[in-house]
């Protein structure tokens, strides 16, 4: 389970920014073509979190859709899979989301009530 890894490089870099403060929340986005499962990185990231400044944090996902546009007809098509065809039959494309692992946002605990 790569997730775990991947738990443990966010919580690292994460934690390393936030300076020993304590992190709230985590925001990540998702490619869906990124080979990551949303569920099993909760969990990886409720384990790698244990004992650092991040906690009890609450990990949000946001799932970004996979879109691609198409070199040949210049159509913008979002895919299930990584070789998705556009409408038009062609496979030549650029994709324009769909792979990404980012931390977009963390917050601190500032103490003050939610």
Known sequence: MHELALAESIVDMVAEHAASRPVQRITVEIGA?????????RFCFG???TGTVLEGARLEIIEVKAAARCRACG??????TFWAACRCGERDFERLSGEELRVK?????????E
Do not use: I, K, N, R
């Open 33 to 41: 073509l990124a080979c990551v499962m949303p569920d099993a990185l």
């Open 47 to 49: 384990l790698a979190a």
């Open 75 to 80: 159509d913008t098509f979002f895919q299930d």
């Open 105 to 113: 946002e963390y917050e601190l605990y500032t103490g003050a009530a």
